[in-house]
């Protein structure tokens, strides 16, 4: 029992530890960050590094960019994955098992491979950006944000997730519902989405956050400073600013924010999530 | 039965159109890419000019670029560490942290707290961290008398480094998953092994871990397939360097597309990593499955 608990104080010491020592370097005086031996608790609390943070570099607009983009990554994924995770759990088609394969082989396919065909699609979508319809002469998706949601708007995964859900609910409301006349679209909006909100909020979190935190992609697509997310901006600002470790971890701590509160209101589904399409997956 | 025929059809119609969104995305932004690779790794494409075939050539200038090989050594080298590593760490904390105690909890968020960082947020807090005169890292090793290195400036450390902050960064998931895996084991197999005088290794070895053998099939193959793209990470500590040896294939394969605008090539670089990771993930299957269960 003691043993246990030394055990684990001191491993969850060494994980929390990051998260503190980084509260306390932004919430320092700059003089008392470069300090030897190390001072633990700041001489004055100070949020100097988070304002320096916003105004030095454009850290809003990068967040409401993030957001915009990590938002709508969730409503596509949610929307698209559960209407076909439907389709191949609930409905009968005869391309239904071939189909589900392809898309089940495709999410061991490493995404390096695709990243820069994804690229020339993306340059080449016909009518977009000054293309013509062979999809030559401007610049089609890249630095727009739906070169961003596009690629992302129905994972594999998505479907996946959403198909094993489908899968454990009954089928005899949708018989009951077809007898009494039920299009099928209402069939799938009206009775069975609504019982599937544990997976939908599960499948949302886990969407959330891997937009929020997609580094390489939003890098390669967008080049308009403008448009830049927050790890793009975070990136730029920690390299730039080498030796200024404050607004740094200011900006780090902004940039993991959402995902905490995210993660504290939601915990519950976050660790279903994590087990449910563990053990499955 | 005409009109259950007529349903069927009708079903089929509105379940092709509910897939249709999503398989078009897929055909666009995967099946086309996919092919698409392999046929981009063969011509000399730079974004600009106009894209001619190149035959072998970006494969044959692959086979003599040593920077390209010594990329793929350091990332074979940090999957070498970091996987199993990870694993261990993963079973372990699993183990520990599927008892019903107090405090579990929260023993258990604080370990999962670093997974829901971006990599560029926590290899920032990091860069800070194992800064070597002001670092916390080796401000703790101060108290004990030992001099800290420059984690990420020597050539020694810095991979080392990045394999720190990589599995301290996902040692917390794994641990979700070994937990639900654990809490699958039926308890009767544990009580008919204590009444046959089993001890707690034994009991490890011999139920525990066959008994996870899907969980860690499913926990190695994804930090393979992770490892091997190692990015981010390498990109926000080290920027590749010192000399190099914490440049990674995805690195080289980004730099070479995007800042030198050698698309046709980075494309061959890219293939080719693809392949090495399926080759490995192959080989983690075969492993997995060679191991005769034992319960």
Redesign the interface.
Known sequence: ?AL??L???A??A??????L??LI?SLKPSED??????QWIPSKLTLEHYKSAFTTVPFGLYFWNSLVLAVAGVLANLF??S??G???AK????L?KP?FRV?LL?M??????????????L?HIPFAGGNDWLGGGGNGLLNTFWGII??G??G?FA?FFMRQFFLTLPNDMMEMA?IEGCR??RI?WNIYLPLTKPALATLGIFTF?AG??S??WPM?VLNDPNKATI?MG??AF?YNHQTD?GP??A???I??FP??VL?LLL?KY??QG???S??K? | MASAGKLHRHQARTAYLFITPTMLLFLIFTVIPVFMAFYLSFTNYDVLSHMDWAGWDNYRRLWQDSLYWLTFKNVLYYSVIFVPLNILISIGLGVLMNQRLRGIRLFRTLNYLPTLTSAVAAATVWVWLLHPEYGLVNGLLSYLGINGPAWLAQTETAMMSIILVTLWQSVGSNMVIYIAGLQGIPDYLYESAKLDGANAFQRFRYITWPQLRPTTFLVSTMSIIGALQLFDQAFVLTQGGPGNVTKTPVYLIYQQGFNQLQMGYASAQAFVLAIAILVFSFINMRLNKSEEPVV
Not at chain 1, 33 to 38: E, Q
Not at chain 1, 108 to 121: D, E, L, N, R
């Open positions: 029992m246990f608990y055990v684990s104080i491993i969850a060494v994980m929390f530890l990051p998260f020592w980084s370097t960050i470069f300090t030897f031996p190390i698209f994955g209407l076909s439907y389709a191949f409905l009968p088609f005869r239904n189909l898309l495709a061991m396919i490493p995404g390096i491979v695709t990243m820069i065909p994804s690229f020339y699609v340059r596009l690629p708007a129905s594999s479907v077809r099928e679209f799938f956050q929020w935190n580094f390489l390669i790890q975070l990136q920690s470790f740094m971890m900006g780090a701590l940039a993991v995902i905490l993660f915990q976050f660790v994590i087990a449910f563990g053990v997956g």
